[in-house]
């Protein structure tokens, strides 16, 4: 796990990859991003396709310059399929 960016509104944490085999014999393997909303208090686990897609996008936009209101912009449009709400223990 490792937070890859961190602003007043939003939170993203990396989850790497776990390789390996399942009880069923098919290849396992998890990892993505957890996008939080501060102000929504609302979280989303992306993986897949869609991790791949929200990382590709996040390099376009640091690739022009790193610039907080277009980032979070970016990651909003994410954030609108959060359903799971931030508890905090």
Request: charged letters at 15%; proline letters at 3%; glycine letters at 12%.
């Amino acid at each position: 796990m490792q937070m890859l960016y961190n602003s007043v509104s939003f939170t993203v944490v990396a989850f790497e990859a776990i390789a390996g085999e399942g009880l069923d014999g098919l290849p396992l393997s998890h990892g993505g991003y957890e996008i939080v909303d501060k102000f929504a208090r609302k979280g989303i686990f992306i993986q897949g396709e869609l991790a791949l897609s929200f990382q590709q996008g996040v390099e376009a936009l640091v690739a022009l310059g790193p610039d907080e209101e277009a980032l979070d912009d970016y990651i909003a449009g994410y954030t609108l399929l959060a359903q799971h709400p931030v508890v905090l223990h």
